[in-house]
Each structure stands twice: as structure tokens, then as C-alpha cells.
């Protein structure tokens, strides 16, 4: 038996390791996530047209290409019965192109970028990146033009971002290592003199100056391709198939280029960009699709299970494809309403309806165990943590942490619980966001990691087996526990 969980363990592991390394931007975690489901028979719908739903069956839907929601409707459901949703994010802290990426300075070509999310920036440094995301493409065809959405990720390391020498910066081990994340955060590309050269090369041209550009004297100043450098808009056209003329507009990021391991001298450990929080995502995924992949497993429910991936966490969820947005809440109203037409049902749903809110949780840290509290202190392989906050910073409360724990003991899965201490702040997540806007219960969940927005993230292999058990055993019998238990009587 205890063979069968080690193989257990590891495949979930490294099932996980295949979805990071395919999701280098919250746009390809999604394409991944649609990937999936469609390999699991879920049908893709679109918020643009009509749905025809059917007890049943499943489905999913994607805004932006940067959130997605997928559910599976048990063939018991009636409009008005509850929504079982695990709730996660695809984005994490990174550094984004700027609309005018091109910079040069001291006789080097820079990639201009800004901050996205509260990242450990100094982690950036030295580090060999590389550039992924979405590009706008335009295309003819028999006289036409259309527009594409593509995505794009250059394999190779292109760019890094070095640190100063200790020869020049004497006081950084005394005084700490201090970015200005405008002025020194820019990742180098090339030299200008190797930039020019490889350019009339290609072009069997004469060498024009970098400089020449940026004074204007070129027919295409203002143009999108005058905003970044031809070597970053060559790369992208030569991986998608297009000429660098059609490339209208883009969204990119830069992206370490190393890629997620199972590691560790006992190979119990995870070490990855974007743990935080594509591991929930993938844990909750993976559940939903595994509790929903025969047609006995909807058998009997006659609620609706959801998994809801958003953009934007990482910023404060408000945009369109943010928690803060509607999108869930349109969701839930889209299917009642597939049902029956009655507008008095919904919000009958939404009382019936639970979330999970699922983020990663700071593990203990051996080396700084003063900054947890200390009858809360989640260690790496302990299982799922609650997270709870007086001052609603989590949306956890009696009942939503009992129901979520009692589906554990019946598993025997471990959990553990997480308050912050008094004298330090507590984040939060989009817990709090869709319990006030939508007004379901809600629990704050998350497996225990390191490091957390670090390039480079670490969290325990049994942890992610023990999420990815929790989150299934959470659809399975929840409609059933919930049965039980009477609050608003």
C-alpha cells in the first residue's frame, strides 16, 4: 500500500511539472487548462452566444484567454440548487514588456519592463530569461484581413538582467541589496555593435546606427515595430510563422527559462516559477476533470461542480477577467437561467453554493521561524492550510473551516491552520472578493510553499498529492455533507 501512494504521489507531481513547464504566462496556463478538458470531453462554450446546457454534462469557457471556468452539471441538478467551486488564479508576479520596449544605453540594446504584482525582484537578477505571451497578428486571405490571437514563447534564453559587481557596490552585503526596479531591472538583450552587424548581414545592407532610429530619421518612427527592438520582433515572427509587419500588438512577459523539477536530495520537494499559484490551478483542474470522467460520478449529484481560474490576483482582481469582475457571478446566473427562466432562483443557488479559494500558503521557514505565530505554523508536507483572519483578510469562518475539514477526516487527509501574527499585515486573496460580491460561503485554502513570488518557488510533493485528494474528495461528497448541517434555520 504504501508503494501504491509513493506512485500515487509522484505521478500527481509530476503530471504538475508538465503544466508549469507548459505555462510560462496565465495565457498558457489557460490554453493548457482548455487543453485538457478538451481531452477530458468537456465542451467549450463561448459568453458571446446562447448555451444549451444539459444535466449531465460538461463544459467550460475562457475570457481574455487568461481566466477560465469550467463545471460539470450533475444529472440530478435543478436551477436552484448549489454551485461546488474550487477558485484559483493563473497569474504571478513577473516583469511585462513595456508598450515602448526598446532601450539603449551604454552601447547595449535593453528590453524596457514594468512590474507586475509585489515579486522579490532581486531574484531576477542573474537569472536566464527568455520571453512568452500573446501576440496580435494580422492576416489576408483572398483580399480579406482578419486579426489572430497567438500565443508565442521563445525557448532559448535571450536576455538576463546582471547584477553589479561587489567590486562596485561594497556595501551590498551590509546594507542589503536595494533595486531601483526603473534604472537597474531592465534585462540586457544584445550589444548595439553585435545587434548592427547581425542585422546587415541579414540584410546585405550597410550598418545603421541604433542611435540614427532613435533620432527619427527612419520612415517607420512611431510605427509598432519602431517600439521594439527588430531582434525581440524577428524571434516572435520567426516562432509563430508570420512576417514582423504583421505583428499588430503584444502581451509579453519575461520568463525563466529553467524549467519545473522534482527535487530535493529525497526528491520530496517541487522547485518552479509560479507555484504561487498555477499549483492550485492544476490541483483543482485535475480534480474536477478525475471527479467528473465517467458518467457515474455525476450520477447522483444534483448540484454543479465549477473550477474557476482567474487572471489579475496577483494586482487586486479588478478587471474583466478579474474575482472582482462578474464573471463568475455570470456563470452561475447563465446556468440556472439554462433551467428555468425564474430570476428568483439564483440567489436561492448562491446560498446553497460553497467555494474553496485556493492560494498558496507561506510554509514555516527554518531560517526566519520568528515570523510565524507560534500555534500556527504549516510545515511542507502537512497537507491543505486554513487560512483564517479575524479582519476578513481570508473569508474563512466556523462553518465554512468545519465542512472543509470534516471532508478531510473522512479521507484521512491532514490539514493545518494559518492565522498571521498580530504584529505583521496578512494578505489575501479572492476569497474575500467573491464572498462579498457574490455572497457564497467561502473557506481560504492553500497548500504550505517557500519562497513565495520568488522566480524561483519551492512547496512538497505530498502536498500536492494531499491538495489534489481534498479538491476531488471536496466535489465528490459535498452536496452530500452539506446535507447536514443547519445555520439559517
Known amino acids: 500500500m504504501a508503494n501504491n501512494n509513493k506512485t500515487q504521489e509522484y505521478c500527481v507531481a509530476s503530471d504538475l511539472i508538465d503544466f508549469l513547464n507548459a505555462s ?3 495565457f498558457h496556463a489557460v490554453e493548457e487548462a482548455k487543453r485538457r478538458l478538451k481531452n477530458a470531453g468537456y465542451e467549450q462554450v463561448s459568453e458571446r452566444h446562447d448555451w444549451k446546457l444539459e444535466a449531465g454534462k460538461r463544459y467550460f469557457f475562457t475570457r481574455n484567454h487568461s481566466t477560465i471556468l469550467a463545471f460539470a452539471i450533475g444529472k440530478k441538478y435543478v436551477a436552484g440548487n448549489g454551485f461546488y467551486i474550487v477558485g484559483a488564479h493563473t497569474d504571478s508576479p513577473c516583469l511585462k514588456l513595456k508598450p515602448v520596449s526598446k532601450v539603449t544605453k551604454g552601447g547595449f540594446l535593453e528590453v524596457g519592463v514594468q512590474t507586475y504584482g509585489g515579486g522579490l525582484w532581486h531574484t531576477w537578477f542573474d537569472r536566464d530569461l527568455t520571453v512568452a505571451g500573446r501576440v496580435i497578428v494580422k492576416e489576408e486571405k483572398d483580399g480579406s484581413v482578419s486579426y489572430s490571437h497567438r ?11 546582471p547584477t553589479i559587481a561587489i567590486h562596485l557596490e561594497r556595501t551590498v552585503n551590509t546594507d542589503g541589496f536595494k533595486v531601483n526596479t526603473q534604472s537597474q531591472l531592465l534585462p540586457v538583450l544584445a550589444t548595439s555593435i553585435k545587434a548592427e552587424l547581425n542585422k546587415a548581414a541579414a540584410e546585405n545592407g550597410p550598418v545603421k546606427s541604433e542611435e540614427v532610429q532613435a533620432d527619427g530619421k527612419k520612415s517607420d518612427k512611431g510605427t509598432f515595430s519602431s517600439k521594439h527592438h527588430s531582434l525581440v520582433l524577428e524571434m516572435i515572427a520567426n516562432q509563430i510563422g508570420c512576417k514582423v509587419d ?3 500588438d503584444f502581451e509579453l512577459q519575461a520568463c525563466d527559462t529553467q524549467p519545473s523539477v522534482i527535487a530535493g536530495a529525497a526528491k520530496e520537494f517541487i ?3 509560479r507555484l504561487d499559484n498555477l499549483c492550485s490551478s492544476f490541483c483543482s483542474l485535475k480534480a474536477l476533470i478525475d471527479a ?9 449529484e444534483s448540484g454543479v461542480r465549477m473550477v474557476a481560474l482567474f487572471d489579475h490576483e496577483e494586482i487586486g482582481s479588478d478587471s474583466a477577467q478579474g474575482a472582482g469582475s462578474p464573471v463568475m457571478l455570470d456563470a452561475l446566473s447563465r446556468i440556472t437561467c439554462s433551467f428555468n427562466s425564474d430570476s428568483k432562483l439564483l440567489p436561492k443557488a448562491i446560498q446553497k453554493s460553497f467555494l474553496v479559494s485556493a492560494d498558496m500558503a507561506h510554509a514555516l521557514h527554518p531560517n526566519y521561524m520568528d515570523k510565524h505565530e507560534e500555534n500556527h505554523q504549516p510545515r511542507l508536507h502537512g497537507g491543505l492550510v486554513i487560512k483564517h483572519n479575524a479582519n476578513q483578510r481570508y473569508a474563512t469562518n466556523a462553518i465554512t473551516s468545519f465542512l472543509f475539514r470534516e471532508i478531510a477526516t473522512k479521507h484521512n487527509l491532514p490539514t493545518q491552520d494559518f492565522v498571521v501574527r498580530n504584529d505583521m499585515g496578512c494578505g489575501s486573496t479572492i476569497g474575500p472578493i467573491l464572498a462579498s460580491g457574490v455572497g457564497i460561503r467561502t473557506v481560504d485554502v492553500g497548500a504550505p510553499q517557500l519562497s513565495m513570488h520568488s522566480i524561483r518557488e519551492m512547496c512538497a510533493v505530498d502536498d500536492v498529492k494531499y491538495s489534489y485528494e481534498h479538491f476531488k474528495a471536496f466535489f465528490q461528497d459535498f452536496s452530500h455533507l452539506d446535507a447536514k448541517i443547519t445555520v439559517d434555520m
Open 292 to 300: 467528473t470522467s465517467s458518467e457515474s460520478e455525476l450520477e447522483d
Open 151 to 161: 500565443l508565442v514563447r521563445i525557448e532559448e534564453p535571450i536576455m538576463r538582467v
Open 271 to 273: 522547485f518552479s516559477g
Open 246 to 248: 504583421d505583428i499588430c
Open 24 to 26: 510560462p504566462t496565465a
